[in-house]
């Protein structure tokens, strides 16, 4: 059939240039894991990200991955933009691993975070560079040409782009401190809505995801890791799942510590059916190992002798037990809100392509760590790291979930052996039961209010199972869980914040919006309550607490960006605005508003539900956001659209519960997501700021479900602390 | 056994087990890979294709059952994205990760050549056993309203 799919070596690029600058994301990969090739310090941007041929056509070269955020556009139309040529001759193409594109990571909603200025830089210089080369065959001074439309100009007389890249690409790169960089006002594409470059191929079949790659003598392998957390194998007879027409090969791989992968036994087949079906027929005795007493309800019981007892002082701002003790008792609230693990569920499982000979491979992942997919199939395969070529494919969702290190150690461990070509395939239930998961939280909060409606203290005291004890263990365990908990931007008498980890086998990691989905509920439910509890609307009773603008450093992070309370309060007037603040709704209906800063963006959302008979329906969502200088509205617009269908799944539809060091939910049917019919009309505004562009993937979820939460408390009076709402919770 | 079937306007002849669903007969025999796994359990949708004609869940439908049978996969849907579902996704910018489009838009096209002319209610109803874990449910929405329009046209 279609030979699309069937990969050829693709030429590396084996030029050497980056104006890739070291890129500051949220999510790093372990230092130990990620022992890609180094970086090489070197710069071109004519080889490196931009191909022009004689026809005009214009190849950009885009190095993050591309999950469904719009990257695979966004990133061309800044290189686009400084280079000076037409949209319509722009193809673009994904770059496989390389040092010249320095970290390719794609995380922490940080691409164009930390590529905008690089990548403009880029355009810019590979543009001077055409300019010279045109300056010489005219042999004019440069200053008298222009370059624009794919073309060198002076006067009426051009020079195309394609006539002079050859000439100029060997010119010596300039300074990239010091080429002109276009003003703002000059922009032609960035700040337009351009249609995604991914589109087409995503409504005929032909997108090649991780799973669609297919080689000649291709195999399909599955691993049967141990359903409980943290298990081996003992022993296995594998001798039905051998007997079985088209297995190749069963074998055991070991766990591989500082990827977290869990071993198991692998089958290997023809096909993927094949092999699933032969799994079926293994059998294996497992040594479950210690997690396997561990349930959601142990780790309840944990969390909340955790908040019951002394914590871990953070930040004592104030005097909060004074502010609560000279409240009276109708002033004063305390609650315990929880959240739960959550899986990422990716569209696409997990699974990884790998073929090893001799000393070299290559690897065709969806990744969104792909420098350390290089490292990681080298240590798993035995291989020097720049003998490890590795292709990006696009993913079939990453949500944070394609950062991690274990499926592509495993399917390099079964390559090795097989040397030919081997996708290794998780099943639903794989990728379901072996997630790394958001972790679990619990929260108790206490606050006052005084009898003008002021906020006079605030304390959380805050558990969870923490990310940074599975990946960072020489870190605080709190250091993954707080954020803008560090950056309190309500100010009251007192602020005190408290962290103590809870213990747990359960593998958890970065889900869309890490920690943020996390404190984002629970801060803005909270300032919800006591601006009830105070008896002033909820959107000035947070206007008042922000006060007058000021910016809120980070303690432990003193260099990051600050929350600037303007742009937060800014986010959330036009929120309201938009969203009619303040109009009547019938009866059983009702409006909650939340803003939430992460990963430097600021976003407020605004809810309109119906509640009947228990049974919510969210109406309308109504979103502000301000990300700097917007680069593809529309592409924006989708991805706030994308996070606030997916926070709502996670507070109205999923979660993992634990039974027996497991995870209960197994597939779709148990861990069910928003429907169409359950989805709102959603409505995004977005900010025309001129500050630098920052990420937009993950900030539209954390004000999502608190937005939710505080407009079921407006239309019922009934306040929800613990997500998802269960049936029953409302009724 | 082989077993014979038509997919997308060609007869061809497989030869697999015959319990063995169609969705890997497409994805790992036939090397046509625009048809997705997604579940494996008939509940999400991403591996929806036509059989005769009807929309039909290739992760459960085993080979056997399909023996004579009409099959269209997206691929087989246009030569050219030219059908008018495929337009108005393109032009309402559906796709995200793009992993479930597959299954919804064979949905999608399946629910309007019963019902040409839905409301958007309809449009609800019919769609919502697919999963998109990208959020696209209201653009897809939006597409078919729109590709309904254009096919009335």
Known sequence: MSAANTFSRRDLLKTVASAGAALVIAVEAPRNLATAAPMKPVANPLKAWVAIDQSGTVTLTYSKSEMGQGISTSLPMILAEELGVDWKDVQVKHASVDPVYGNQGTGGSGSITGLFTPLRKAGAAGRQMLITAAAARWNVSAESCTAKNGAVWRGSDKLMYGELVEAASQLPVPDLDKVQLKRLEEFEIIGKSLPRTDVPSKVDGSALFGLDMRAPGMVYAVVARCPVFGGKVRSYDATAAKAMKGVEDVFEIPAVAEAHSCGGVVVVARTTWIAMQARNKLKIDWDYGPALSESSETLRRQFRQIVDSNMKVILNQGDVASALAAAPASKRIECDYELPFQAHATMEPMNCTVHIEGDSARVWAPHQAPNMVQGVVARAAGLKPENVQVHTTFMGGGFGRRYQADFPTEAAQIAKRLKKPVQLVWSREDDMTHDFYRPASYHRMTGAVDASGNMTAWQHKYTSTPIAEWFMPNAAPESSELGCTLQMPYQSGGYRLEYTPAKSAVPRAWWRSVEASVVGFVMESFVDELAHSAGVDPLEFRLNALGDARLVKNPNEPDARPLDTARFKGVLQLCAEKANWGTPLPKGEGRGVAVHYSFNSYVANCAEVSVERGQVKVKRIVSAVDIGIPVNPDGIRAQVESAIVYGLTAALKSQITIENGRAVQTNFNKFTTLSMRETPLIEVHIVQSKAAPTGIGEPGLPPTAPALANAIFAATGKRVRRLPIQPGDLS | ?153
């Not at chain 2, 061809?12 to 969705?23: K, Y």
């Not at chain 2, 992993?99 to 958007?120: D, E, R, W």
């Not at chain 2, 019919?126 to 990208?134: D, F, V």
Request: hydrophobic share 40%; with cysteine.
């Open chain 2, 1 to 153: 056994m082989a077993i014979s079937f038509e997919l997308n306007g060609k007869k061809i002849s497989v030869d697999e087990d015959s319990q063995t669903p169609l969705l890997w007969v497409l994805r790992d025999t036939l090397n046509l890979t625009g048809t997705k796994y997604g579940c494996g359990i008939a509940a999400c949708g991403a591996c929806s294709v036509h059989i005769d004609g009807e929309v039909m869940r290739s992760c459960v439908m085993p080979l056997s059952a399909i023996a004579g049978k009409k099959i269209t996969t997206i691929e087989g849907l246009s030569s050219d994205r030219s059908h008018p579902v495929q337009q108005a996704w393109i032009e309402l910018q559906v796709p995200q990760c793009g992993y479930c489009q597959s299954g919804q838009i064979m949905t999608a096209v399946a629910f309007l050549k019963k019902n040409p002319h839905p409301t958007a209610a309809q449009v609800d109803e019919a769609m919502s056993s697919n999963i998109c874990r990208c959020g696209t449910a209201q653009r897809m929405r939006a597409a078919i309203l729109k590709a309904a329009e254009g096919m009335k046209a």
